[in-house]
């Protein structure tokens, strides 16, 4: 652990986020058949909106957003980020599992304060969306954990990289199909934007917020993807040796779930939450079951 | 386009940002709906110009009108371009914001929309093109480049003049759903009438 790495690691995932929000922008454009916004789109973006007068409805509209933000960047830090991981030696996944929760946590207190009907129900959906995918999530972690008989998460990128990928080793592949299916759900990408469905209710959540308010929250979400990828490559691609090959994990995964956004339409709720607690769960279940047994 | 000029970008990033991230909310009152979605979808892409549709004018910066302003749509119309925030840009589509149009002696319709919110550009024509809107955006580039698009500017400095437009047509009208004044006493809020009008 170096102290440089404490800066290190969430400018990688700042730069890797706000990347991959151009980059998704440009490939689902291509998809579409047009020509697009160029890759750094989201750049002008966040200087825009930095560079407006913003409107603030009261002080747990600005405290919920950059909680929100400051969860994100401390989760970053417990990651492993090829041998970049100023945190790992501390807490492993139970930390960064709840870490995770103060992302949406942070934007449920600020989009509250606004006061908007369709803030409480982009409020509600997400917090019955983290419900469906929290539980194979969890299922999907504690198998890894049994698997790989730690909860450090650099202990299972090492033993990932002396043996075979958690991808290609029998219980685990179960897992890693399970994790992938509740993937789109985790990033808030179609078919599970039920969120901030823009056309239905005026982007949920975000529907007050404008200006610096938005812009933090765009560079949270960058954050956010991040981290559910990087987590996704740890448990299952082996990390990497060194930020480079993990940096080709994470993006080769994040391209999957841009070609399943750019194709799917979105899903109800209920549809969402009966879909999360039966494929995935089932498959997650399996493999825990595999991974106690086999050991 | 010198969206990539990064020396030019540095000097003001600010203005930058403005020119080439138009973020717009399309108030879609009649028949211009039918000309935006493919300007915003594959066959025209004005995402490639950095205009986005939001579905929310919190988040907008470019305000379009498109189509004819009956006098109870005015009223949604102001609400809506003093809840952008502040560097915003209006653009009115077609002629009917312009003149009125083919309503120019409708009892209903409002002829000049600049009378009661500053406008940045119009584009005439019933309907315009969809290049139109192009020619539009890059016009407005011009325009925020020397300085010349500051309706929102306009709009604070002569709010006086703006607002007693606005309460000439709109004080005799009333929603049945929003009370004079402004504010909702609590225990008045009597569920169910708001759409019974």
Redesign the interface.
């Known amino acids: 652990m170096q102290p440089v790495e404490f800066v290190l690691s969430p400018l990688v995932a700042f730069f890797v986020g706000v990347f991959f929000l151009g980059f998704s ?1 440009k490939l689902t ?1 291509r998809i ?7 890759l750094y ?1 989201p750049v ?2 966040v ?9 603030s409805h009261g002080v747990l509209f600005e405290v919920g957003v950059v909680v929100s933000l400051v969860g994100s960047v401390i989760t970053v830090m417990f990651i492993p980020l090829g041998r970049i991981c100023p945190l790992c030696s501390s807490g492993g996944l139970l930390v960064v599992m709840y870490l995770m929760l103060f992302g949406p946590l942070g934007l449920a207190l600020g989009a509250g304060e606004s006061a908007n009907p ?1 803030a409480s129900i982009g409020v509600s959906r997400k917090m019955l969306l983290a419900l469906a995918y929290e539980v194979p999530f969890l299922l999907v972690i504690l198998s890894v954990m049994c698997h790989y008989g730690t909860i450090s998460l650099a202990e299972i990128v090492a033993q990932q990289q002396a043996g075979r990928w958690g991808l290609l080793s029998l219980p685990l592949a179960l897992s890693a199909l399970a994790a992938f299916l509740i993937l789109p759900a985790m990033l808030g990408i179609r078919p599970f934007d039920l969120v901030s469905a ?2 239905e209710i ?2 949920g959540p ?6 610096r308010y ?1 812009a933090v929250i765009a560079i949270q979400g960058a954050f956010h993807s991040f981290i559910v990828i990087a987590l996704f490559v740890d448990f299952f691609l082996g990390g990497g040796t060194n930020v480079g090959t993990f940096l080709l994990k994470v993006l080769v995964v994040f391209a999957a779930g841009v070609l399943i956004n750019a194709v799917l339409p979105r899903v109800k709720i209920e549809e969402a939450i009966k879909f999360c607690w039966k494929w995935p769960v089932a498959l997650a279940v399996v493999s825990l079951a595999l991974s106690v047994v086999l050991r | 386009m010198d969206r990539a000029d990064i020396v030019k970008a540095l000097r003001g990033p600010g203005q930058w940002g403005h020119k080439y991230s138009l973020w717009a909310v399309y108030f879609c009152t009649g028949c211009g709906i039918i000309e935006i979605p493919p300007v915003i979808t594959s066959r025209w892409d004005a995402e490639r110009f950095g205009v986005l549709p939001m579905a929310t004018p919190r988040q907008a910066n470019l305000f379009m009108i498109t189509g004819y302003v009956s006098v109870k749509t005015l009223r949604a119309i102001v609400r809506t371009y003093e809840q952008m925030s502040a560097p915003k840009y209006t653009v009115a589509f077609g002629s009917c914001p312009v003149n009125g149009g083919m309503y120019w002696d409708s009892y209903n319709t409002i002829k000049r929309i600049d009378k009661y919110i500053p406008i940045d550009g119009w584009i005439a024509g019933c309907m315009p093109r969809p290049e139109a809107i192009f020619i539009a955006v890059t016009k407005l580039w011009h325009m925020i480049d020397v300085g010349a698009a500051t309706g929102w500017k306009r709009y604070q400095e002569n709010y006086d003049h703006y607002k007693s437009n606005q309460d000439q047509v709109l004080g005799t009208f009333q929603e049945r759903d929003e009370p004079q004044g402004g504010t909702v006493p609590v225990g008045e809020c009597t569920p169910g009438t708001g759409l019974s009008g």
């Open positions: 922008r454009a579409q058949r047009r020509y697009g916004p160029p789109q002008i973006d200087v825009k909106l930095f560079a407006q007068r913003s409107i369709n823009p056309q005026a982007s975000l529907v007050e917020y404008g200006g938005l």
